[in-house]
């Protein structure tokens, strides 16, 4: 997790959250790799990582959708700062949202398409020398 911790007035987890996959996604440029919950149905994308008040370092969440075109996402609920990487469906990153903040309900997006997005915690991107251009062996 990274320093600061959730943010501060984190709603409660409401219910139980639906199943996830799991699996791990190589970023094959950057020679590092996480293991990964994977949201393949609208249930899962939806909640996302909604109510988590932690991730591990070496952790994210992989949005899998049926088709690739431009995507969006927010933070409704979402107590840890995260970045968001938008993946084309060749696996290569086409954009990156870096530091989003907590508990907001702006559109993040990078204006290209993507069939994929993986969140991570917030500046673990720059850690790991992940950037747009590079590829990801997803599971």
């Known amino acids: 997790m ?3 911790g959730p943010a501060a007035g984190c709603p409660p987890d409401p219910g139980k959250a639906p199943p996830l996959g799991q699996g791990r ?3 094959v440029d950057a020679r590092v790799a996480i293991d990964v919950e994977i949201a393949r149905d609208d249930a899962a994308r939806a909640r996302g990582l ?3 008040k ?5 952790a994210g969440m992989l949005f899998i959708f049926e088709r690739q075109r431009p995507r969006s996402f927010w933070m409704r609920n979402t ?9 084309a469906d060749d696996g290569v990153i086409v954009g ?3 530091n989003v903040p907590t508990l907001n309900d702006e ?10 997005v993986v969140e991570v915690n917030a ?3 720059r850690r790991n020398g992940v950037r747009p251009g590079q590829r990801l062996q997803l599971p």
């Open 25 to 27: 996604v190589a970023f």
């Open 96 to 98: 990156i949202e870096e």
């Open 123 to 125: 500046g673990w991107c």
């Open 79 to 87: 107590c840890i700062g995260l970045d968001m990487i938008f993946v």
């Open 54 to 58: 932690s991730l591990a370092d070496d």
């Open 107 to 116: 559109s993040y997006h990078v204006g290209c398409d993507a069939r994929f």
């Open 50 to 52: 909604m109510f988590r």
């Open 2 to 4: 990274p320093p600061g």
